[in-house]
């Protein structure tokens, strides 16, 4: 009887066993329903739980800490400080070039000869009209000694010594002048062989050998030299209505194509007085100085200016759209005479107040807030959501739209 017993109570065990060994089979099996049953229990608290935040019937834009820079952008391209251009003052063949482009130039240095036959020829024709002038000079002269002392022994008249005294004068000019005529020929045979004016580097060279150079009527250019290629300039046109903020020695930085990721600087050293007109918009130039000792900025290059008008460091600043407001309609029931030139709507915790404050540095997108009430987390109200003021609306009908009034 025991025997029976022990066997129905393990038939039991095992029955029990199988049976919640199904029941977890199915649950495995299924357990995409559990999933989902699971979401929607999830999804029913989040909807009717009740702990969702009611929306703010204000639009507000928020105050941040930060740095502001005021700046005038523009472009201008990089070029030496001084640029010599070499010409040619006689006319001729090019004989021999000496330079080429980059070639490094000290003062005195020769450039380039040009053929100088024809110049020789002008020399020697000029050398034997004086030869023949002095000739001629020292015979009147002699001439005139002679009747000068017959004259004083009464063997000629006064007019043939006179006659004889201006023709040895008029000889003697003659010499002069032919004398000037052999000096310019030489000088002129001088000017065949073109040497540098300044020390520098030959940035462009615009003839070869064989070439003819003519300089009949204006000097032809040869070469451009920069004297000094460790300090370039950059020539920046600025617009009239930016150019009132442009200073002498003003920080200046600058990018150009060949080094992106670089920042380079500079000082403005000049603002010329004389203006352009482009496109009906009256421009000036502005003269920046570059150190380019490092020789990585070339002439020519195109360099993208910006220059720093004023700077501001670590303060409250907000997008320039919160300074549209025009009143305080619908945003706070007593305002107490006070207006949005003078103060701000904060919300603050959930409450809206209003705190005094002044204008600082104004750039293209933002404005300094100077207030000592402002404190980290606090919103501007510029508006109540669908609603818009009087005077907004009267603005924004003249600006094209309600948030489009001048700063």
């Not at 705190?355 to 510029?382: F, H, M, W």
């Amino acid at each position: 009887m025991r025997k029976t017993n022990n066997k129905k109570v393990q038939n039991n065990t095992v029955k029990k066993k199988s049976w919640l060994r199904r029941v977890f089979g199915w649950i495995w099996r299924k357990k995409w329903w559990l999933i989902l049953l699971v979401a929607l229990v999830c999804g029913a608290a989040l909807l009717f739980g009740g702990g969702a935040k009611k929306p703010s019937e204000f639009a507000m834009v928020k105050i941040s800490r930060g740095d502001l820079r005021q700046v005038v952008t523009a472009t201008g391209e990089i070029q030496p400080l001084n640029t010599v251009s070499v010409g040619s003052q006689v006319s001729g063949t090019i004989d021999k070039l000496y330079v080429d482009f980059n070639t490094k130039v000290k003062k005195g240095d020769v450039l380039l000869e040009i053929e100088p036959s024809v110049l020789q020829a002008s020399v020697d024709e000029a050398k034997a009209s004086l030869v023949s002038a002095e000739s001629q000079r020292n015979y009147a002269k002699a001439e005139y000694q002679r009747n000068k002392t017959l004259y004083n022994e009464g063997f000629i008249s006064r007019a043939e010594m006179e006659q004889s005294q201006t023709t040895y004068e008029q000889a003697e000019q003659s010499v002069n002048r032919m004398q000037s005529q052999y000096e310019r020929a030489v000088t002129n045979l001088g000017y065949a062989t073109i040497v540098s004016p300044v020390d520098g580097t030959v940035i462009s060279r615009k003839v070869d050998e064989g070439q003819t150079v003519a300089a009949s009527f204006q000097t032809p250019d040869l070469f451009e030299i920069a004297e000094d290629l460790t300090k370039m300039q950059i020539e920046t046109s600025v617009s009239e209505a930016d150019i009132g903020m442009i200073k002498d020695n003003q920080t200046v930085t600058f990018t150009v194509d060949a080094y992106p990721t670089e920042t380079f600087e500079g000082f403005v050293r000049q603002v010329r007085l004389s203006p352009t007109t482009t496109s009906n918009v009256v421009v000036y130039t502005v003269v920046i100085d570059v150190d380019n000792s490092d020789l990585r900025l070339m002439p020519g290059m195109t360099a993208f200016v910006t220059i720093i008008i004023s700077e501001r460091d670590n303060v409250w600043k907000a997008s320039n759209s919160a300074f549209l407001v025009r009143s305080f309609d619908g945003i706070i029931a007593d305002a107490n005479g006070a207006t949005p030139k003078t103060h701000l709507a904060i919300e603050r915790d959930g409450d809206i107040m209003l705190v005094p404050y002044s204008k600082g540095l104004v750039t293209a997108t933002e404005t300094e807030i100077v207030s000592d009430e402002i404190e980290q987390g606090d919103r501007i109200v510029v508006g109540k959501i669908g609603m818009v003021s009087s005077a907004n609306r009267n603005s924004g009908n003249r600006m094209g739209g309600p948030m489009g009034g001048p700063r």
